[in-house]
């Protein structure tokens, strides 16, 4: 198992270093797991001028999976575009066609009391949310920032998807239902915008191949109510790259914390990265404070996507129920009567929980 680690910036090292602990542990007992560290992001640009330097993207892509902490820090944010942390994560996911993005939202039971919404609206919770992730608004052309007719500054993107592209990660989403609850729920917005509509006659296509999945649409700003009025409603959510953004960061409350959800973002081959769902967090960064479950739940889903290994993501995922179960917490779900952990701390819990 080759695998590209680039920890990136802000708390990205520091819970990185807790999965690559979990992974060097199952690999004393005998997984063949190799791993080489890279430079991704604002550390990219640091030490070689470039947000995705080359050596960073030929790693990636002799590896078979690439696990990633997170991108960007204050300090890098009046860099031209080009040069932007986030433009390293950005051409990673397109260079390497990663267009289908996993994120699954599930309340463990210890952590219910954790969330911001009442215990028994998300109790039990288990939503796979599956975000396109090589097209929309992130990567339409024309873009930029120009001055128009009047004299003034005007930015514009472009929402754009062709219909192979919503073709494909809609099959995804269904295959992903046909193995859970056969419910998929298509969320755009085809009442005002023509690549919704798009999205929705080609999912309604898709779905005839998949008679047993129960299909359903939804504009995004009713999805986005529905997921804190009653989110166990949902099984499989399939949605565009924006939308699925800013639903994930909603949805990952449900569970208690943002660094709670990791996150596989696979391309046709199971080839695939893996990444928490957060960012690099300035504002707790190197304060070994941060959540690292999210990375490590991360490092179990490369498990059983990538290396189809689901005996060693179950064992990593029992790891963490067992750590929480055992009442260890860091800040970002601390409750009272459980025990604050560092972000150490809590990686070594997990390895010994394995
Ligand atoms: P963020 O996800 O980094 O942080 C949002 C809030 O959640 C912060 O208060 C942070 O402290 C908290 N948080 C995030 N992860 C946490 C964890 N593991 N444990 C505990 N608390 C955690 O989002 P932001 O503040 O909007 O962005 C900060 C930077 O990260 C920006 O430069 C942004 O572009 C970048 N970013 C990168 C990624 C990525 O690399 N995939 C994702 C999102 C944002
Ligand atoms: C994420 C992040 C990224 C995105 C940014 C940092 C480019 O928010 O992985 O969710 O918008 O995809
Ligand atoms: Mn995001």
């Given at each position: 198992m080759k695998i590209a680690v680039l920890p990136g910036d802000g708390i990205g090292p520091e819970v990185a270093a807790q999965a690559v602990k979990v992974l060097q542990a199952l690999n004393s007992e005998g997984l063949k797991i190799e791993m080489e560290h890279a430079t991704i992001g604002g550390a990219g640009y640091d030490a070689?001028?470039?947000?995705?330097?080359e050596a960073t993207l030929a790693l990636s892509r002799a590896a078979d999976a690439v696990l990633l902490g997170a991108v960007g820090g204050y300090q890098y944010d009046s860099l031209p575009r080009p040069m932007r942390p986030e433009q390293g994560l950005l051409r990673i996911r397109k260079e390497l066609n990663l267009f289908a993005n996993l994120r699954p939202v599930n309340v463990y039971p210890e952590l219910a009391d954790a969330s911001t919404l009442k215990a028994e609206v998300v109790s039990g919770l288990d939503i796979m949310i599956v975000r396109e992730l090589t097209?929309?608004?992130?990567?339409?052309?024309?873009r930029g920032i120009h001055v128009n007719a009047n004299g003034e500054r005007e930015g514009y993107n472009t929402m754009r998807y062709s219909e192979s592209e919503v073709r494909r990660v809609a099959h995804i989403g269904f295959q992903i239902a046909m193995k859970r609850n056969k419910k998929l729920c298509s969320v755009e917005k085809a009442n005002v915008l023509e690549t919704s509509e798009l999205w929705r006659e080609v999912v309604i296509e898709t779905a005839k191949e998949y008679p047993e999945v129960a299909l359903s649409h939804m504009y995004v700003d009713n999805a986005a109510m529905q997921l804190v009025r009653n989110p166990k409603q949902f099984d499989v959510i399939v949605t565009g790259n924006i939308f699925g953004d800013i639903l994930s960061d909603e949805a990952?409350?449900?569970?208690?914390?943002?660094?709670m959800l990791g996150s596989a973002s696979l391309d046709q081959n199971r080839k695939g990265m893996y990444e928490p769902i957060?960012?690099?967090a300035p504002d707790i960064a190197?304060?070994?404070?941060?959540?690292?479950l999210a990375t490590i739940l991360s490092a179990a889903m490369m498990m059983r996507?990538?290396?189809?290994?689901d005996d060693v993501a179950d064992r990593i995922e029992n790891a963490v129920k067992k750590v929480i179960s055992s009442g260890l917490r860091t800040v970002d779900i601390y409750t009272a009567g459980t025990t604050k952990v560092g972000c150490a701390a809590m990686g070594d819990a997990v390895v010994a929980a394995l």
């Open positions: 070689a001028g470039d947000p995705l330097p097209g929309d608004l992130y990567f339409g052309q024309p990952s409350m449900l569970t208690g914390s943002i660094g957060h960012g690099s190197g304060q070994d404070i941060a959540n690292p996507y990538t290396f189809g290994r």
